[in-house]
């Protein structure tokens, strides 16, 4: 008898052809993005700016160097320098950017044990070694960092990492965490690549750790998660405006060369008009009824009602495998992101799966997925191991 056949003694909630996405993770949908882009391309349009596009925008124009800057002083606290921020192709491109200039072939990027997926293969383009450091309740663990330090020597180049709503646990730094993990920075002179993409999710924050070691740190705040992924803009702010312009000016011809200006022309509109602000807040409310749905379906999950993120990190439950879970999970119509798929080292993050309650089209599909993965958690086992 196969999986399928057993599930089906099982009776978990199914989906039929329909497949519920848990596995990506985007901002749950905004009826204020849709209602931005009809006005944007109509304003746009009226305004007959092909001319005014046509033009390079290396590190982003002034203007979209000016309203990021308002955007980015959300979270720094001020606005930076214009010179040292650039508006590039998403974080992705970003740290693409950083690796080759920072790490290059035969370096090492140290990252937290459980990590955004895609640095993965990143580093391997660039001929750059991964190093995993350990991760506790509060993200990365000090001591391991310094412990890694030690190890590796100067081939120790950078530490990338995700101190606020960390993905895929949602794990923040305290401020006092921030400062030790800075100390340990300045102690082996590392450059910082802080992906602060999930942190300006929540209403309130600790400080970015780029604050508490400027002069190492490049500060990446990108759209995708917290705007829109239509857009796909990030925003990368640099510890001095020579650095900056060394890196980014005119264009980096192996990797990103500049900004969509398009896109660009887009983003700098939102953000200099507000309608960044209201998304943001359709996007917080949207998750915290979505996140009250996730915590009124799944089984004994401790799901905090106050959290602005979407990704919910959750123990496999005992009886059940990892892979045969994801894949019970995906044959009854509901794709969920299996735990090892973020770890660097091996058999980790295989006691666990995330879940992103963003992508569902509306609570209805959400719903009905979420009771999917809550029926499969309730089963009294995984039917490979009954075999
Ligand atoms: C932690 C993290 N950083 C960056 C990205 C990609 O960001 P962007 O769309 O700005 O390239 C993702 C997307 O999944 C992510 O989870």
């Known amino acids: 008898m196969n999986d399928v056949s057993k599930l089906g003694q099982m009776q978990p909630v199914s989906l039929g052809a329909l497949t519920i996405d848990f596995g990506r993770n985007f901002p749950p949908p905004s009826p204020v993005v849709q209602r ?14 092909a001319d005014a596009i046509r033009f390079p925008r290396f590190m982003g124009s002034v203007g979209d160097r000016e309203a990021g800057a308002t955007w980015l002083s959300q979270r720094l606290g001020q606005k930076p320098n214009l010179e040292s921020v650039v508006l590039a192709n998403g974080s992705q491109s970003i740290l693409a950017m950083l690796l080759a200039r920072f790490v290059k072939p035969g370096g090492v990027l140290l990252a937290e044990e459980l990590t955004y997926p895609a640095i993965k293969p990143l580093s391997a383009l660039f001929g750059i070694e991964l190093r995993a450091v350990s991760m506790d309740a509060e993200g990365i663990e000090p001591a391991s960092l310094d412990q890694a330090c030690i190890e590796l020597g100067d081939s120790a ?16 730094m305290s401020e006092a965490r921030r400062e030790d993990i800075a100390r340990v920075a300045r102690r082996y002179d590392l450059w910082l690549f802080e992906d602060d993409i999930y942190g300006i999710l929540p209403e309130e924050a600790p400080p970015p750790l780029s ?23 990030a925003y990368v702010v640099g510890p001095n405006s020579d650095i900056s312009q060394d890196v980014f000016w005119p264009g980096v011809r192996t990797t990103n060369w500049m900004v969509a200006p398009l896109v660009a022309e887009v983003a700098s509109h939102w953000l200099a008009n507000g309608i960044g602000s209201d998304i943001l807040r359709s996007v917080r409310a949207e998750t915290l009824r979505r996140r009250a749905l996730a915590a009124s379906i799944l089984p ?19 009886a059940w495998q990892l892979e045969t879970f994801v894949k019970a999970a995906r044959d009854a119509g509901a794709v969920v992101g299996p735990g090892h798929s973020f770890a660097i080292r091996a058999l980790q993050g295989d006691r666990k799966f995330r879940i992103g309650l963003g992508v569902p089209p509306n609570q209805d599909e959400l719903v009905r997925g979420l009771k999917v993965i809550a029926s499969l958690i309730d ?9």
Request: aromatic share 10%; glycine share 4%; charged share 15%.
């Open 36 to 49: 931005a882009l009809t006005d944007t391309f109509a304003d746009l349009g009226r305004a007959n700016i």
């Open 157 to 172: 180049r950078a530490l990338y990492c995700m101190p606020t709503l960390h993905n895929p646990t949602s794990a923040t």
């Open 211 to 233: 604050l508490y070691a400027p002069e190492r740190s490049w500060y990446i705040l990108g759209l995708s998660k917290s705007l829109a992924a239509q857009l796909r803009v």
């Open 300 to 318: 004994g999950k401790q799901i905090s009602l106050s959290e602005f993120n979407y990704h919910l990190w959750i123990d496999l439950p005992e």
């Open 379 to 387: 089963a009294p086992s995984d039917p490979a191991l009954n075999q």
